[in-house]
Nanobody
Framework: QVQLVESGGGLVQAGGPLRLSCAAS????????MAWFRQAPGKEREFVAA??????YYADSAKGRFTIFRDNAKNTVDLQMNSLKPEDTAVYYC????????????????????WGQGTQVTVSS
């Protein structure tokens, strides 16, 4: 059974950094695609970043500020967020697909089958 548990969320001032971590059980993060999504109040859940065997992918809003990376020893996927903005405020979710291959689009929510419970990130201005 695959379980994903996010941690590291909190309150941070605009311009500051924050690092999120997703601990995976029942899943080897070095083999499967791992992604971060976020959902702000009243908005759809949106793609943030993914790390896959084909490379890494970022939403335009995350490019240059966020970095996704695996820690294979800990079996975690982290999201380092720098230069945070108030519009980054959201619940951040970790996700992974059922299969190791065959993902059509890493940016689509529908590509992912397993989700964590989310961690709140609040950026104050």
């Amino acid at each position: 059974q695959v379980q994903l548990v996010e941690s590291g969320g909190g309150l941070v001032q605009a311009g500051g950094p924050l690092r999120l971590s997703c601990a995976a059980s029942g899943r080897t993060v070095s083999i499967y695609a791992m992604a971060w999504f976020r959902q702000a109040p009243g908005k759809e859940r949106e793609f943030v970043a993914a790390v896959t065997w084909e490379g890494t992918y970022y939403a335009d809003s995350a490019k240059g500020r966020f970095t996704i990376f695996r820690d294979n020893a800990k079996n975690t996927v982290d999201l380092q967020m720098n230069s945070l903005k108030p519009e980054d405020t959201a619940v951040y979710y970790c996700a992974t697909p059922r299969g190791a291959f065959g993902v059509i689009s890493y940016q689509m929510r529908q590509s992912y089958d397993y989700w964590g419970q989310g961690t709140q990130v609040t950026v104050s201005s």
